[in-house]
């Protein structure tokens, strides 16, 4: 029996499937620290070894190279740890990207660019990235993660994301909120104002617009709360359900489960998804009827993409999509 993966998407690019946080981490103690949650809570969140803001003045060499080391050592359990280099203004911008390369270019999951000014920054970057991969024989071309913070970013931020290796656009709410020179009140930095505001909305809406419409994913900025679990929650289930962000940052361990828990799919829909697409399978994917509904191929990249997620949610699926959809080779 065929799989959907070389049935559903034939001659389109994949759309990546990514863990639902992006968990960052400033210090060598946070990374490690990061390194052995994900270890106990299995690939359910990716780790961005930060190496802009965790990095002091003048130790910027010195906390790549400890980020690459981190990144290509056996702490690395699960190979699903990035890193954020300094933007292309900053001076050691381009050296990060050459001791990361050197260090971990073979395990490095994908590296974010901050700041960018817009997609002629994105571009000199990634050349920079991809020269680097050749000069150290990765082998691989690594995934590339933009932050949108800038205006000149937002405006051009459909080009950033039609740029290829691009992987996921993020959104920076802090910097685009201080760029606007308090334009934008402090309010609009935490909720409910960072989900009402008019400018932020629209940079929200169009972020993800431009992410989905280019197959690329949309990643959604930081809560400042690290307490409220339920609040935590709540912010992630909003940027999930009202503007369609399929993955969040997070800065403080006690965030990472309320994320995932609230940008995973719900258990209903995964039965769903099971049920078709186990249906679709043996129909040899032609169209089939279920609970009076019609279903083909267009439905079908539908419920697998959502059954993608919650696999890489760590949620528990049927056994019969377990076996057919994502049992070992």
């Not at 960018?116 to 150290?136: F, N, T, W, Y």
Request: hydrophobic share 45%; proline share 5%; charged share 20%.
């Amino acid at each position: 029996m065929r799989h959907p993966n070389d049935v559903l998407f034939s001659g389109e690019k994949p759309f990546p499937i990514l863990p639902a946080v992006d968990h960052y981490a400033g210090s060598e103690k946070l990374m490690r620290k990061a390194l052995a949650l994900q270890q106990q809570f299995g690939p359910v969140f990716d780790v961005t070894c930060d190496c802009e803001d965790g990095a002091a003045a003048g130790a910027e060499a010195e906390h790549a190279r400890m980020a690459g080391t981190l990144i290509a050592s056996d702490e690395n359990r699960h190979g699903r740890v990035g890193a954020r280099i300094h933007d292309i203004t900053h001076a050691h911008w381009q050296e990060d990207i050459e001791l990361l390369i050197a260090a971990a270019g073979q395990r490095l999951a994908f590296l974010t660019l901050p700041k960018a000014r817009g997609v002629a920054d994105v571009s000199v970057q990634i050349d920079a990235l991809r020269a680097a991969e050749v000069r150290h024989a990765t082998g691989r071309s690594i995934p590339v993660h933009v932050l949108i913070e800038t205006h000149g970013a937002l405006r051009e931020v459909w080009e950033i994301a039609a740029l290829p290796g691009v992987e996921s656009i993020d959104f920076g709410l802090m910097d685009f909120v201080s760029a606007h020179r308090g334009a934008i009140p402090a309010s609009a930095m935490t909720s409910p104002g960072q989900f009402e505001h008019p400018l932020i909305v629209r940079a929200k809406s169009e972020i993800a617009a431009a992410a989905l419409a280019n197959g690329i994913v949309p990643a959604h900025n930081v809560t400042t709360e690290l307490a409220d679990l339920a609040l935590i929650r709540a912010d992630a289930e909003r940027a999930r359900n009202a503007f369609g962000f399929l993955r969040m940052w997070s800065i403080h361990p006690n965030q990472i489960v309320p994320i995932v828990e609230a940008m995973r799919p719900d258990y209903s829909a995964v039965e769903t998804a099971s049920e078709i697409l186990c249906a679709a399978q043996d129909a040899d994917w032609g169209p089939v009827r279920h609970q009076g509904k019609l279903h083909d191929r267009a439905s079908y990249r539908y419920w697998w993409e959502l059954l993608e997620r919650a696999q890489v949610a760590g949620m528990t699926l049927p056994a019969l999509a377990r076996q057919r959809f994502f049992a070992p080779q």
